[in-house]
């Protein structure tokens, strides 16, 4: 099973609507990470949260993480149609036997329509 | 300019013709990883390596080596490919495991 799973796994949603995602996780952490993927290339890093932040804003993305509930939520507001894209949460793990494992889920394949 | 590179950046092979994709960075990063992306699987980690001479099995590591003799290259080896390692590869770079990662440009890999 996943360290990461990401859901709904497809949203679908017009331009200027926000887009929620959402990602759990099994195994203690020091932060989480979330990135977007455009079709066919490199994953890029989007936003940071540490274990002890509960909300953090980068422009129009939002980013919570419940620690107890070993959750986090991607939001991202007024959303683009350049918004279109595959987003993935990473959690490293914080110690452990797999500690330097980094695994990511599915994603959230995002579709904005004009 | 800060950055993972991959080569080559699309190949196609035949089985059993060994093969080896290089990645390189240059940002002194400690933490270096192999992922494999194919639809409806994900990303998964092949292999990672925590620093230079350092390297650990990730998820699916099976048919696959690496080594870390220097910092800034960590190559991924096929040694006797197969088609079903046909697939989509990236390499990735950070300071650290949980810092933030820089990814590669990708590699797509088909075996015939």
């Known amino acids: 099973s996943q360290q990461g799973e990401e859901d709904p796994q497809a949203l679908s949603i017009q331009e200027g609507e926000n887009a929620t995602m959402n990602c759990s996780y099994k195994t203690s952490i020091n932060n989480l990470q979330w990135y977007r993927q455009n079709s066919g290339r490199g994953l890029v890093h989007l936003i940071l949260i540490r274990s002890n932040e509960r909300e953090k804003h980068s422009g129009r993305l939002r980013v919570t993480l419940d620690t107890s509930k070993k959750s986090s939520s991607l939001l991202i507001t007024a959303s683009r149609a350049a918004d279109t894209a595959s987003y993935f949460c990473a959690p490293p793990r914080a110690g452990g036997t797999s500690y330097g494992k980094l695994t990511f889920g599915q994603g959230t394949i995002l579709t904005v329509h004009p | 300019e800060a950055q993972v590179t991959q080569n080559p950046r699309y190949l196609i092979t035949v089985t059993g013709k060994k093969l080896t994709v290089t990645c390189s960075q240059n940002m002194n990063h400690e933490y270096m990883s192999w992922y494999r992306q194919d639809p409806g699987l994900g990303l998964r980690q092949i292999y990672y390596s925590m620093n230079v001479e350092v390297t650990d099995k990730g998820d699916v590591p099976e048919g696959y080596k690496v080594s870390r003799k220097e910092k800034r290259n960590f190559p991924l080896i096929l040694e006797s490919p197969s088609p079903n390692q046909t697939s989509l590869y990236f390499c990735?770079?950070?300071?650290?495991?949980?810092?933030?990662?820089?990814f590669g440009p990708g590699t797509r890999l088909t075996v015939l």
């Open positions: 990735a770079s950070s300071w650290k495991v949980d810092t933030s990662q820089y």
